[in-house]
């Protein structure tokens, strides 16, 4: 299994989720709703999940082995990298043109 696409739907500057993540596996099967978190000690990947009948969250979908969810967080945390540096670099041009 590859994830062969990531995209950074929205990013946020306020609290602690930092932004809301697609990505695409294989080229065939889409996962919509990933969150990038700032937790305490560093940012982390939080699965989709929805609130159970208890108020408890569950996971809809997850990885399965350790190995697994550190290729998602992995992936997923070096694309949001690089869009906010994509970002970060329009705002320093968008300076200086003024």
Partial sequence: MNITD??????????????????????????????????DERLFVAMPSRKDENGVFRDIVHPISPSSRKLFEDTILDAYERQLAVMEAEAAEETEAE
Avoid at 14 to 36: C, F, N, P, Q, Y
């Fill in 6 to 39: 990531v995209k950074i739907r929205r990013i946020m500057s306020e609290g602690r989720l930092r932004a809301v993540v697609s990505i695409t596996l294989d080229d065939m099967l889409a996962v919509h709703d990933i969150k990038v978190v700032q937790g």
